[in-house]
């Protein structure tokens, strides 16, 4: 096994948020924008689509390619609008180290309850005959040659090779199912529960009683209910 060297340099958080979906992701940002300052990690927001032919699904891809490709930081952390640190005690680094011969860490497409994991895209666990498939809504992505290499590929698939699924829904993921993932499983590792997916605000207290770091809530939370989640954040950092 190959071990990465363990970080010199901060992680650096970025997220897409354009916006049209201003009405949650400004509620995110800060929180991440406090996590990040707290921590001395890098925080990095970009508000504009960047591929004007493509789905804006695919600009994220496109902004990790950029990202990688200007900064020197160890490790680059993907984060989607929709996800919020839970674990005032988060650590990014020592995710990642719990993996330390992976490049690429996803969190899982995918939730639990109770003691059964139920995949997000039943049509995708059925063809890949696996309940545990990787989402990009939270990738930890160390600073090597394979993930820039990996995130080229990824981008290449959808404008050519994979060109007749780039477009369907969830286009971004569909083509790392089908092109990358199964094909660089030595490379990649998916996170267990410490990035959680709910289904709303009403299912972060059980995610939080089961060790989520990082909730990924579909359509993100009102103000109200972000506030709610920081002052428990809060509480517990006491």
Not at 80 to 88: E, I, K, N, Q
Not at 114 to 123: A, D, I, K, S, T
Not at 178 to 187: A, I, M, S, T, V
């Amino acid at each position: 096994i190959h071990l990465m060297p363990q970080m010199k340099s901060p992680p650096e958080v970025i997220m897409l948020a354009t916006s049209d979906i201003e009405n949650y992701a400004r509620h995110s940002r800060v929180a991440w924008e406090k996590f990040c300052a707290v921590r001395g990690y890098g925080f990095f927001h970009y508000p504009e689509k960047l591929l004007s032919d493509m789905h804006v699904n695919w600009s994220k891809i496109e902004m990790v390619r950029r990202h990688l490709a200007a900064t020197k930081t160890d490790m680059v952390v993907l984060v989607d609008a929709d996800t919020y640190v839970c674990d005032p005690k988060l650590h990014l680094g020592a995710i990642a180290d719990c993996y330390p011969d992976k490049d690429v860490i996803f969190s899982r497409d995918c939730r639990n309850i109770g003691p059964f994991v139920l995949p997000l895209n039943y049509e995708a666990a059925l063809k890949y005959k696996t309940r545990k498939l990787p989402n990009a809504g939270f990738v930890l992505i160390r600073n090597t040659e394979f993930s820039r290499k990996f995130f080229d590929k990824w981008l290449d698939l959808a404008r050519n090779e994979l060109k007749a699924i780039a477009d369907i829904h969830p286009r971004n993921q569909r083509v790392l199912w089908e092109g990358l993932y199964f094909q660089n499983g030595d490379k990649i590792a998916l996170l267990n529960r410490q990035v959680e997916r709910v289904r709303d605000a009403a299912h972060i207290e059980s995610a939080i009683r089961h060790g989520a770091k990082v909730i990924h809530v579909k359509e993100g939370l009102t103000e109200e209910q972000s506030r709610e989640l920081e002052n428990r954040i809060n509480a517990t950092s006491q």
